[in-house]
């Protein structure tokens, strides 16, 4: 009988499988495009895996883009273990049954607020924040330090801003929260005796772990990756500096950027077919020498290269302008880690995603379209064509069909005398707009046309 019972939740999980895993190839139909650097997207990368999983299968991620269009969130990320060998097996079955799914939202939820609550935000008297759970009955999250520990309702923070994005943070807790509401329904769902959903804790095996995670307490928050305060010190907003690199990065010039640089045009070259887009970056030695300062400081970059067929369709006109082809190649630099893998994961879950460039303010489109990433927009789109051409960590380079323009300017091109006399003073404006973010960015931005 028992085994009946299971079989019939193993077809349960599948059907909600089934209809977790249809929906990514459904995008979302609302207009909302997502930030690539936004926390949503980190969540689902990161280590959290579990938790991920679950945010999917509780098909919350329209719920959560709508938050974050909005408002910054916090989420409080309770670690792989609590959530599998920590967790009640009775308790997980009856959260991953379909009928019980607005249980799941809501415990999911839970772990979720609406504001931006960094590690220093700690204080010894407690804080109550309401969550993103609507049906929590009220119910608050405080948030306090005790015994120089960060505590978030019944959980230790093991690890504060462990990931820090422009719309949020995730701090990593110790164990799963549990609103009164859902421990309510689940109680009241089973008939058997009514026991806590959480395994109780205290086995000797655990300590060494709590040694281990006791160290990363401290105010100096161990947690926070190298390269951040970097990308604080560069950013006088979001959307503005280049993202930290993962590892050990830094202004300690750790890498050798300039021969990375070197290394992927050469690289481009021997593909064959990239030969325009090399010798542009040979050519501007400026452009190159500045990608191989921000690898060496650090940065990483993906690099979106037109191939020569793309490059062949650009008019005089368009490259004639002084600083035209600095212009339109640092709106092919996103200033991030990306591969094919990871563009086209983030475009089948959030539909569109934005990438920030290294031409301020504008931000290049990705989506998904025939099996691939498409970028831009209308005439000026392009597809991913020959995906990691160059991907050693720092710098990734992505052949694509099309030379991609900011959105503004894509009527610019076609009728020759009109669209000059619109563009220019527009260009002229976003230009000098550029220019002074750049100037707030770091000196050695080279635009050839600021001064
Ligand atoms: C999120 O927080 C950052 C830093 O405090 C702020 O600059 C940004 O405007 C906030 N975003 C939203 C959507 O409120
Ligand atoms: C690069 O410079 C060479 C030599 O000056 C020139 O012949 C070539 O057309 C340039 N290429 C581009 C794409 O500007």
Redesign the pocket.
């Given at each position: 009988m028992d085994s009946q019972i299971y079989g019939l939740s193993l077809a349960f999980l599948a059907l909600l499988a089934a209809s977790a895993s249809a929906l990514p190839a459904k995008p979302a139909s609302s207009a909302a495009q997502i930030n690539s650097n936004s926390v949503l997207v980190a969540l689902l990368d990161s280590h959290y895996t579990e938790l991920s999983e679950l945010v999917e299968k509780a098909l919350l991620l329209q719920t959560l883009e709508d938050a974050v269009a909005?408002?910054?969130i916090s989420i409080f990320a309770p670690r792989n273990e609590a959530l599998e060998r920590d967790l009640d097996p009775e308790f997980k079955q009856f959260l991953l049954e379909p009928r019980n799914l607005k249980s799941l939202q809501n415990l999911l939820l839970f772990h979720m607020i609406p504001t931006?609550i960094e590690s220093n935000h700690w204080r010894k008297k407690p804080v109550h924040h309401s969550s993103l759970c609507r049906d929590a009955a009220g119910e608050l999250i405080p948030i306090h330090e005790k015994n120089g520990e960060k505590v978030v309702g019944t959980a230790r923070v093991i690890k504060s801003d462990d990931i820090v994005r422009?719309?949020g943070i995730i701090h990593g807790i110790e164990r799963l929260l549990i609103p009164k509401s859902v421990q309510h329904e689940f109680n009241s769902r089973r008939s058997l005796r009514a026991t806590s959903a959480v395994i109780p804790e205290g086995a000797p095996e655990v300590d060494p772990r709590t040694h281990r995670l006791k160290k990363s307490a401290p105010p100096a928050p161990a947690g926070a990756p190298p390269a951040l305060p970097v990308y604080d010190a560069l950013a006088p907003?979001?959307s503005l500096a280049p993202a930290p690199a993962p590892g050990p990065g830094g202004p300690h010039h750790h890498f050798d950027g300039e021969s990375q640089v070197k290394d992927f045009i050469q690289t481009l070259l021997h593909y064959g077919g990239y030969n325009e887009m090399a010798d542009i970056l040979v050519n501007l030695t400026s452009l190159a020498t500045e990608m191989g300062r921000l690898v060496s400081e650090g940065y990483v970059l993906t690099v979106l290269a037109p191939n020569d067929e793309a490059m062949a369709k650009l008019t005089t006109d368009q490259l004639s302008e002084p600083g035209a082809p600095e212009q339109i190649m640092y709106y092919h630099l996103i200033p991030e880690y990306q591969t094919e893998e990871s563009m086209y994961n983030s475009v089948r879950r959030f539909g569109k995603v934005k990438y920030d460039t290294l031409r301020l303010p504008h931000k290049v489109v990705a989506e998904e379209a025939d099996g691939s990433v498409k970028f831009g927009h209308g005439e000026s789109s392009a597809y991913l064509f020959d995906p990691d051409i160059y991907t050693d960590g720092r710098i990734s380079v992505q052949g694509i069909d099309g030379v991609l323009f900011p959105a503004e300017e894509t009527v610019a091109p076609k009728a020759a005398p009109v669209a000059k006399i619109v563009s220019k003073p527009r260009r002229g404006k976003l230009l000098e707009l550029g220019c002074r973010m750049l100037g707030a960015v770091g000196k050695n931005h080279h635009f050839s046309t600021c001064h």
């Open positions: 909005n408002h910054n931006r422009p719309d907003g979001p």
